[in-house]
């Protein structure tokens, strides 16, 4: 049974810095692209950020670029999105997700697997 289990959400306030956890297990991740995602409360799931089977390429979307950074320690299974400078629009549930491919992807249809997500929230 594959499984992937974020952590590391929380209440910040604006300016504040989390990491999220994505904790694999199950399954061999170690040759697949993942990725970020998150949903806010009656929005539609957006990507956030992705990163290649063995890390050397990585894709942001817009609104994070220079202030997320994606990374993966394949041995430890264990996916990470360093959050800094965040704001009251990044308050949303963050999902990680697992595509077949070893590139980074940015549409969600090309995910296979996904946690359950975790929940951050920026106070203003």
């Known amino acids: 049974q594959e499984e992937l289990v974020e952590s590391g959400g929380g209440l910040v306030q604006t300016g504040g810095s989390l990491r999220l956890s994505c904790a694999t297990s199950?399954?061999?991740?170690?040759?697949?692209?993942m990725g970020w995602f998150r949903q806010a409360p009656g929005k539609e799931r957006e990507f956030v950020s992705a990163?290649?089977?063995?890390?050397?390429?990585?894709e942001y979307a817009d609104f994070v670029k220079g202030r997320f950074t994606i990374s993966r320690d394949n041995a430890k299974n264990t996916l990470y999105l360093r959050m800094n400078s965040l704001k009251p629009e990044d308050t949303a549930v963050y999902y990680c997700?697992?595509?077949?491919?070893?590139?980074?992807?940015?549409?969600?249809?090309?995910?296979?697997?996904w946690g359950q997500g975790t929940q951050v929230t920026v106070s203003s």
């Open positions: 990163i290649s089977w063995s890390g050397d390429s990585t």
């Open positions: 997700a697992a595509s077949r491919s070893f590139t980074p992807r940015i549409n969600k249809e090309e995910y296979a697997y």
């Open positions: 199950g399954r061999t991740f170690t040759y697949y692209g």
